[in-house]
């Protein structure tokens, strides 16, 4: 199985000078989380709802300049290659590109589900086994603003939303859907009164619900089906009554770890104070989560976090943390201290993010150029 024979036609093509008007209304009515941009059938880009909830830009303004950088595979690349691509950058779907960068089509988690599921490749393993745990909640009266905060903080896009049980979940793309809907007539100062309007109201307005849930004895086969039906990307996982976790199609693709060998390249000094095990356990989950967003703009050969006690006051430790990045397009570092370990980490690596980002935007404005020249 060769990724060429996964690769589907993607429902929606976007052009670098499209729109975003125009392409948020096809993403609607496609139902289509990820939209790959091109320019002269070449792949430039990747447009996400992930991408439409970190700012609130102009329904005029050029889908490139919204969209992130390439993430792709070739149709040459085995079945490992693919199932390892999806678990470490945790994509919702992935472009498949010729040597010269022309787009082939596109590979989405769902159909890499649908064939691990026909294939008989899921492990017998439990829900309760491989979902995210503690989950992330919100409150229906928690504000839309929070939630949108969260998911790009915590690099998440759905939240289930608790009330003496779960009644509901907000995903990024509900959130899209609330801040650009039509507003093109109205006056800027108009559209801004309306963002806030949004953003200060309660998830209640625009969560989904009933929710579809699974319980943390279902197993990894059932999971799967269950979110394929759906058309879901993931969904909490009850305990009872109880949210004890949220699972993803990214978790029933971790069971298979020891089978494909599957791994990230983290790796994590501690210091002594660091080493209670629930503290390690977050810090790993934030680092997993940075890692599979930094992978989507280039292969990671190597994260490295390093932590050192920089002064103590009243019982608390104020901490240093040094994050290197090695890449193929070179390697990027970034300091940062805090209180609180886990906030100096994120600002490091958000840090570290926008360099990246600045080198790749840079290599390919070079590449442009020298094929204008051509």
């Known amino acids: 199985m060769s990724a060429s024979e996964l690769t589907i036609s993607p429902a929606l093509v976007a052009g670098s000078n499209d729109r975003l008007r125009d392409v948020i209304n096809k993403m609607r009515d496609t139902n289509q989380w990820v939209v790959p941009v091109v320019k002269e059938k070449k792949l430039v880009g990747l447009l996400s709802f992930k991408d439409l909830i970190r700012r609130r830009v102009n329904l005029e303004t050029k889908v490139i300049n919204v969209s992130s950088p390439v993430i792709s595979l070739s149709p040459n690349d085995d079945f490992t290659t693919v199932v390892v691509k999806f678990y470490t950058t945790k994509a919702r779907a992935i472009p498949v590109v010729k040597g010269n960068r022309e787009l082939v089509g596109i590979i989405t988690r769902e159909s ?107 197993s990894l086969k059932s999971v799967a089906e269950k979110l394929l039906k759906n058309r879901i990307s993931g969904a909490p996982v009850l305990e009872g009554d109880f949210v004890a976790g949220v699972i993803s199609g990214v978790d029933v693709i971790r069971s298979l770890e020891s089978k494909f ?114």
Request: aromatic fraction near 4%; charged fraction near 30%; hydrophobic fraction near 35%.
């Open 112 to 218: 890499l589900l649908d064939y691990l599921l026909k294939s008989g490749q899921l492990t017998s393993g439990k829900a309760r086994e491989y979902m995210s745990s503690p989950p992330v909640i919100l409150s229906p009266e928690d504000s839309v603003a929070k939630a949108r905060w969260i998911m790009v903080k915590d690099n998440i896009s759905r939240i289930p939303v608790v009330e003496k049980g779960v009644v509901g979940i907000v995903t990024s793309r509900d959130i899209v859907n609330a801040l650009y809907s039509p507003l093109s007539e109205r006056k800027r100062a108009s559209i801004l009164n309306e963002e806030e309007r949004i953003m200060a109201s309660p998830v209640k307005e625009i969560m989904n619900s009933p929710v579809i849930t699974v319980s943390g004895n279902d």
């Open 261 to 374: 060998q599957l791994s990230m390249p983290i790796q994590a000094k501690l210091t002594s104070g660091l080493r209670n095990q629930d503290l390690k356990a977050q810090l790993d989950g934030v680092l997993e989560r940075y890692l599979s967003k930094l992978e989507k703009f280039t292969d990671v050969n190597n994260f490295r976090v390093s932590f050192k006690e920089e002064a103590s006051s009243q019982g608390r430790t104020l901490y240093k943390v040094t994050v290197n990045l090695s890449t193929k397009i070179g390697n990027f570092v970034a300091n940062d201290s805090d209180w609180d370990p886990v906030a100096a980490v994120k600002r490091a690596v958000d840090t570290l993010e926008q360099r990246l980002v600045k080198k790749l935007k840079r290599i390919q404005e070079k590449k442009g150029d020298k094929e204008e020249e051509i």
